[in-house]
């Protein structure tokens, strides 16, 4: 609450003439949230960003680089470091899940118009001072599935061969992923992060932006952990990109299958980070919905363990760990 008053006495001070009321907007993963400012005849998206935990400043550069890419991100209006506030444009308040989830046969113009974006953001050159998506960062990610998936969600205590193993797959994943051309990557580009607007869509949660490998953010987008599409659609999508990516002159592979392979092992790196971030979630912070979001992720990965050779020992991993999960239907095969 104390929070909320700061927030009202802020918005107060930016606009003394002009009363206004509050409504929660939403909450994400982190410890942001989200309130709709209410004027006559406007409305504004205030973020609370307590700054003990969140830092506004990434948000506030990576919305400069965006939008110098042409594509639809909020407007910052006004700022208060310190406090970790900002206000941005509101790009109201459908989500591509929402629209999605009412209306299916909206799927390819709204995915054609992500693909569309997403070029724009990946030709950006305007990429110095954000982060590397490097060893490091990708290792930290992976080593949350051990700790926060296996550990806690599963009560499970690996053993010293498995850790081994683990490992082992993990630095495999690691220099498949780092030998990909690097882009401008959002990170979480998906169906709750992109907004129906006019231009559309409407991107938004992206403050933790880095370089990365190129299959990244398609991965968010086709396999996304909220809403399942079958594999046929995925493909077509993913040719669709590859094609306009080739015709726009970004540093995609000219073998499509090459591409695609890429794009199937940057999601094993995608879905075991999100096991064990969902995971977190639930354990950690008590968002406890994250828990519904796992069979659709571990779907994913065990998919795509089970297409490559060099994935059985994951695949085989996975039973160990949890055998109730070993009988799953496979799909297309590369």
Not at 82 to 108: E, H, I, V
Request: proline residues 5%; hydrophobic residues 40%; glycine residues 4%.
């Amino acid at each position: 609450m104390e929070r909320i008053r700061l927030l009202e006495n802020w918005v107060k001070e930016q606009f003394p003439e002009k009363p206004f009321t509050l409504q929660p907007a939403s909450a994400d993963a982190s410890f942001r949230r989200y309130f709709r400012v209410f004027f006559k005849g406007q409305t504004l998206i205030a973020m609370d960003a307590p700054p003990q935990q969140e830092d506004c400043t990434p948000f506030i550069q990576v919305a400069k680089i965006l939008a110098a890419t042409g594509v639809h991100v909020p407007k910052i209006v006004a700022k208060n470091l310190d406090q970790g506030f900002l206000l941005l444009s509101d790009l109201g308040d459908t989500t591509f899940l929402q629209a999605l989830n009412n209306q299916m046969d909206s799927a390819d113009q709204l995915y054609g118009d992500a693909i569309d974006a997403l070029i724009k953001l990946q030709l950006s050159q305007q990429v110095e001072g954000l982060p590397g998506y490097d060893e490091v960062l990708l290792l930290k990610e992976l080593n949350l599935f051990p700790d926060w998936y296996v550990a806690k969600h599963l009560r499970v205590t690996i053993t010293e061969k498995q850790q081994a193993v683990l490992q082992s797959i993990f630095t495999r994943i690691i220099q498949n992923n780092i030998a990909q051309p690097r882009v401008l990557v959002h990170r979480d580009f998906h169906s709750r992060n992109l907004m129906v607007t006019s231009p559309n869509p409407g991107i938004i949660d992206f403050q933790d932006a880095v370089v990365g490998p190129i299959t990244y953010d398609l991965v968010s987008l086709f396999k996304d952990a909220y809403i399942r599409w079958d594999e046929e659609r995925i493909l077509d999508w993913m040719i669709r990109y590859w094609e306009k990516a080739r015709k726009a002159g970004l540093p995609v592979s000219t073998d499509f299958a090459e591409f695609y392979r890429d794009f199937e092992w940057m999601g094993v790196q995608r879905h075991i980070k999100i096991l064990g971030v969902f995971s977190r979630l639930y354990y950690r912070d008590g968002k406890e919905n994250y828990l519904n979001d796992l069979p659709l992720v571990m779907e994913y990965l065990r998919k795509t363990c089970k297409r490559y050779r060099e994935l059985h020992l994951l695949l085989n991993l996975l039973d160990e760990l949890n055998p109730a999960e070993s009988d799953q239907k496979i799909g297309y095969t590369f």
